[in-house]
């Protein structure tokens, strides 16, 4: 970990890139880094024909994650043996180049340049991703709105999803140049 430098107060920054490593070792590092939140597989192909892999920032804003991530062409996928332990947090990426394409909770879901992806981190996901994205990770309950409801596992814990009015399985994409509203749907 690095500290980040500037007359404003140092913020702690984890920086990591697999830019350089060969290519077994590339993918290797990032599946070792990214192991607590995804499964990573090799892409059939990557249009630059780098191995999955990328770099990350993450700076720590008191409980936020503010980060940049740089994805290579790869596969990821979070399944209920990583979602149920994940800390109960909505994550609101930004695209600024590339896509993720894929299904997040059951539904059909992409991420494309200028789109804002609002999602609950506890929720299953598979698809392509590789992509430039700005991200901000918050606990859930500092979202406005939240509520406590029995999770899976029988806990209580807060789960409205993208909004006020929206349920935890909700992902809602939202145009650089205005919002789409997050229809509610009922949780998975």
């Known amino acids: ?9 140092d913020l702690p920054v984890l920086r990591y890139s697999t830019a350089g490593q060969p290519r077994d070792q ?3 590092t990032w599946r070792a880094l990214m192991r607590l939140m995804y499964g990573i597989e090799p892409a059939a192909r990557d249009a630059q024909g780098r191995a ?12 936020l994650l503010a980060n940049r991530t740089v994805w290579h062409g790869q596969h990821v996928a979070r399944d209920r043996r990583l979602a149920d332990p994940t800390p109960d947090h909505i994550a609101f990426q930004f695209c600024r ?10 539904s059909t ?12 981190r506890r929720r299953m996901l598979a698809g392509r991703l590789a992509a430039d994205t700005i991200g901000l990770v918050v606990p859930r309950h500092l979202v406005a709105g939240s509520t406590p409801t ?8 807060p789960e409205t999803g993208c909004s006020v009015r929206a349920s935890s399985s ?3 994409p939202c145009r650089a140049r205005g919002p789409r509203t997050c229809q509610p749907s009922k949780p998975s």
């Open 97 to 106: 180049s590339g896509s993720y394409h894929g299904d997040i909770a059951g």
């Open 52 to 63: 999955p892999g990328g770099g990350i920032a993450v700076h720590r804003v008191g409980m």
């Open 150 to 157: 029995p999770s899976r596992s029988g806990s209580t814990r």
């Open 26 to 28: 590339a993918v290797e």
């Open 109 to 120: 879901a992409s991420l494309l340049p200028g789109t804002v992806v609002v999602a609950n």
């Open 1 to 9: 970990m690095t500290q980040a430098s500037g007359p404003e107060q």
């Open 170 to 172: 909700c992902i809602a």
